[in-house]
């Protein structure tokens, strides 16, 4: 039995309790767990714990401590029988390491007949999730072999694949099979099978060829700056963005000729190009990308309705890479149409932006 | 029983036929929920329905469809004896709408003693989750009234209150005699008892004011940006902003003078204050707001270690609002040192650096 969350200090947060209670266990103080508590108050100039927060170094009579290297709550495990029952911190972030560092390990120390387990996650970017469904169907009805699930979210489709097996090279081998039959079938929409992120794959490929990105965005507001720049190391070959959400940041920081939002509407394919070739030049990148679409609920129009978006690539002009920076270049728009909320709209617009920049950084 | 998610159009989507079979039910086609497919697909230019997408139209028999204005899964209910069994979808924003906007009202209608249910949400900036926890442990503990919880994320700390009785009007005073409470103990931190985001607070107080913000972002990369853009309307109070990722763009789109940067470091006070001035000027906001700092993982030293952050507010000098935009300008900075993970300091920073703005901008 694993939990998560209720470790906290406050009066809400009984997990501790309500182990021990079912276990008819006593509660006492871990001088492991306290040092999570007084390391983690330490960072914040805090020295003297609170009683309240001091709750966070009991744990149940002869439990194991798992280390919290990222906040005050420890977590830990009690052996029941020939099970195990573990608590683990709520906060998504802290559960996520201690599961990977400390429990895993536990666990496979407390069964060492446990399977051997391969899970690799493939990512597919612009395809509707029923698409993706058809295309892997009779590997999901496959009555034997690694199993294989989808998951959606705005512009992405990831495909799960488990692999069970009694070693780790044949469970990643029988993975690795399914895997490649997936990556065929689908071809250039397949942006990874190890599970990364649309960001750290085009910073892959940006970081390996030298080249740099900057940005330009409207509708998203700074969300492709903030996906591009979760991905450690980002500085290597992100040189920055703007986010222009008046006419007058277009045409100040952007260069985007005041005349051409005049004609063509701020939502344009045209001001969308001409956003991405202000950004290359602003920032002396090698490739300048720009959104700008309507996110709405309002601002939509029967000619621009809610959901449409361009979005734009400017590079090098001519053959790839001759130009290099600072010489000639060109850019080309496309055109969406996205249905859902203002979130929604703006996640598939970062999604499917990313995507066309990492298809023409070809390493 | 509710259910969530495993309404999709893939084979491992099987809420729809667990719950047929678990109460006798055939699944029948329904025209309500074959008009979300279609609407759906239609607005993605599909008009032909593939046979996977169509499982989408079927329900149990004599289950009431609940309509997604979001999706093409349509959400039902079956009665069953004295309850109900709800299926919604597992997309979250389609659910959150179906739930408030359908789910609610099938329920109220088929039991209609269930008491009235009040719940507000109060939001508290910048104080450590044991703090908050300390001041409001007795009305936690309160053995009658509304229930009282608290949510932790970075940098906000949530205080939701549950007040319940035989009419809306009598849950509502009693919700909010306790949220008066809590708002008179924790005093200015708090920044809502609505259950706002920083942001829509912060954006709220510059519309009331006809006031405009811009941003220059390092460590956050566009993370504050997309919060501020996230609340509808945000184009008449934002103007927008820089992330200035390297050196280059603090000089070339911001004017941080170079010498400052080196005799100073880009991680610092005065260079900060020197993005914060240098937005205001380059969107001709009212109000500029900068953050620069270590997020980590790597790119720490034993001076300035990871989670080290400056975030600066530039605004008009002398008194409040005299010098208006153009006129001279003041900024101040703060200096924050914050522990977790890469992202973690990000939302913690863009959270802090949201509060003094949300503070600067009194009506």
Redesign the interface.
């Known amino acids: 039995v694993v939990t998560t969350g209720g470790l906290?200090?406050?009066?809400?947060d009984l997990t501790r309790h309500g182990i021990a209670d079912a276990l008819g266990l006593a509660l006492v103080e871990s001088p492991q767990a306290e040092a999570c508590v007084r390391e983690?108050l330490g960072?914040?100039?805090?020295h003297d714990p609170?009683p309240?927060?001091m709750t966070q170094a009991l744990v149940p009579e002869g439990a194991q401590v798992l280390y919290n290297r990222?906040?005050s709550a420890a977590g830990f495990v009690c052996r029941v029988g020939g099970g195990l029952v573990a608590a683990l911190p709520g906060?998504p972030?802290e559960m996520r390491?201690m599961t990977v560092e400390k429990l895993v390990p536990v666990v496979r120390s407390a069964f060492p007949a446990l399977p051997a387990i391969c899970r690799r996650v493939v990512g597919v970017a612009r395809r509707?999730?029923?698409h993706?469904?058809?295309a892997v169907?009779d590997l999901?009805?496959a009555p034997a072999g690694p199993r294989v699930?989808?998951m959606?979210s705005p512009g992405v489709v990831r495909i799960v694949v488990t692999a069970s097996a009694d070693s780790p090279q044949r469970a990643e081998s029988a993975a690795e099979r399914v895997v490649g039959e997936i990556a065929s079938r689908l071809g250039e929409s397949v942006f990874t099978t190890r599970g990364e992120s649309l960001a750290e794959v085009l910073g892959g490929r940006l970081g390996a060829s030298g080249l740099t990105l900057s940005?330009a965005?409207s509708?998203?507001?700074?969300?492709?700056?903030?996906l591009?720049?979760?991905v450690?190391?980002?500085?290597g070959w992100?040189?920055?963005?703007?986010?222009?959400?008046?006419n007058?940041?277009k045409r100040?920081?952007l260069g985007v000729p005041a005349r051409l939002i005049e004609s063509e509407g701020a939502v344009s394919g045209p001001v969308a190009e001409a956003m991405a070739l202000g950004a290359r030049r602003?920032?002396?990148s090698d490739y300048g990308l720009a959104v700008t679409g309507i996110a709405?609920?309002?601002g939509g129009t029967a000619d621009k309705p809610v959901?449409l978006v361009y979005a734009a690539l400017a590079g090098p002009a001519g053959a790839r890479g001759q130009a290099g920076r600072g010489g000639p270049s060109a850019a080309t728009s496309h055109e969406w149409?996205f249905?859902?909320?203002?979130?929604?709209i703006?996640d598939r617009t970062a999604a499917y932006a990313l995507d066309i920049c990492r298809l023409a950084v070809v390493i």
Not at 8 to 12: K, S, W
Not at 43 to 46: D, K, L, P, S, T
Not at 219 to 226: S, V
């Open positions: 906290g200090p406050t009066v809400d983690h960072r914040h100039g805090i609170s309240s927060q990222l906040g906060v972030s390491a509707p999730e029923s993706v469904n058809e169907r999901m009805e699930g989808v959606c940005l965005e509708c998203t507001g700074g969300l492709i700056g903030q591009v720049t979760s450690p190391g980002s500085s992100f040189r920055g963005g703007v986010v222009a959400y008046s007058e940041a100040g920081l602003a920032f002396g709405g609920p309002a959901g149409r249905s859902g909320t203002r979130e929604t703006r």
